[in-house]
């Protein structure tokens, strides 16, 4: 497919519970980023990759948020000992050029909604 | 983030034209997109402003004032179909986008 996708679509986590969500950006792309989007609220910014590197991740909310792309492509989000409040949409986006350009239109993914019990 | 601020909720008859607004911090802009989310569905691109003016794209325009901080999204000619949120978004220093909270706009028969 030519679009970005994202697995699983749903996760259900025991609190506690570690959890890692894939991102298979739109091939070519430089740019990569994870949002967080609760329910009837925009989507806030997580942390942004340009290829491999992870340029700001100023976004995540604790150090039990953890992201990477190692490859420069395909990139994991993971969430350790996951918290009720965790429960949100995770949403990737991917751009052709860095960030750094001016425009720079974002591809979104489907996003993963995660429930913590 | 950046105080992105736009209505919460919007309500709009079939064919009428509506004027979704969008007010942001203007320190550190390089520019403005809407975008549109289905529920339970990705965002999509709809327009971007980097200029002030307006850019048209069909049934949808957008409008943007840098110096007072100020952007809208005007719908044309409405459909059942373009009920849905539409998000206001700030590319601020460059590299990193704030998201308002969106605007539910429910379009009625």
């Known amino acids: 497919g030519a679009g970005v996708s994202q697995s699983p679509r749903y996760k259900v986590a025991k609190r506690g519970q570690d959890v890692a969500l894939r991102c298979d950006p739109i091939s070519g792309h430089v740019s990569l980023f994870w949002y967080q989007q609760a329910l009837g609220q925009g989507p806030e910014f997580l942390t942004y990759f340009q290829n491999e590197a992870q340029l700001d991740k100023s976004g995540l909310p604790s150090d039990r948020f953890f992201a990477e792309r190692p490859e420069g492509s395909v990139s994991t989000l993971k969430i350790q000992r996951t918290q009720q409040e965790d429960s949100a949409v995770y949403l990737c986006?991917?751009?052709?050029?860095?960030?750094?350009?001016?425009?720079?239109?974002?591809?979104f993914g489907p996003g993963t909604r995660l429930t913590v019990l | 983030g950046q105080n992105i601020d736009q209505p919460t909720e919007m309500t709009a008859t079939e064919g009428a034209i509506v004027q979704i607004n969008c007010t942001y911090q203007?320190?550190?802009?390089?520019?403005l997109f809407w975008y549109q989310q289905h529920a339970g569905e990705a965002p999509t691109f709809l327009s971007y402003n980097v200029l002030d003016g307006l850019e048209e794209k069909g049934r949808f325009s957008s409008f943007l004032s840098r110096s007072k901080g100020y952007s809208y999204l005007l719908l044309k000619e409405l459909q059942m179909k373009d009920s849905a949120s539409y998000l206001c978004a700030v590319l601020y220093n460059f590299n990193k986008f704030y998201f308002g909270s969106g605007t539910k706009l429910n379009v009625k028969p």
């Open positions: 203007t320190s550190g802009f390089n520019g």
């Open positions: 986006a991917s751009s052709f050029k860095e960030a750094g350009v001016s425009y720079n239109e974002q591809f």
